[in-house]
């Protein structure tokens, strides 16, 4: 295998998913606000799945999408022990 060439490949992958994801997520967000269905203030739980078919291997990954930074704030402070004022602290 050429290491050089199979992490190209990988890379302009994982650009495409991401363009492509980011993209569609924020299209299907936008669309969801104007018809009332999110007042823009959720934090989203998302999931995606990355599946290598010829070998049979599928992996998925979860996580959360803030579309308001209080609430993204909120989420760390309640995950923190420090004070607020450090929460940027805590990751």
Same mark, same amino acid.
């Given at each position: ?12 992958? $994982? ?22 269905? $999110?007042?823009?203030?959720?934090? $989203? ?11 049979? +291997?599928?992996? &998925? ?5 803030? $579309? ?16 607020? +004022?450090?929460? &940027?602290?805590?990751?």
């Amino acid at each position: 295998m050429n290491q050089d060439n199979f992490n190209m490949e990988v890379r302009q992958f $994982l650009k495409k998913v991401g363009v492509t994801s980011q993209r569609e997520i924020t299209n299907i967000i936008n669309q969801a606000i104007s018809e009332k269905k $999110l007042t823009g203030h959720e934090t $989203l739980k998302v999931k995606t799945k990355l599946t290598l078919l010829n070998l049979d +291997y599928e992996l &998925e990954i979860s996580g959360d999408i803030a $579309l308001d930074v209080d609430d993204k704030i909120n989420e760390r402070a309640s995950r923190c022990v420090r004070p607020p +004022y450090l929460i &940027e602290e805590c990751g």
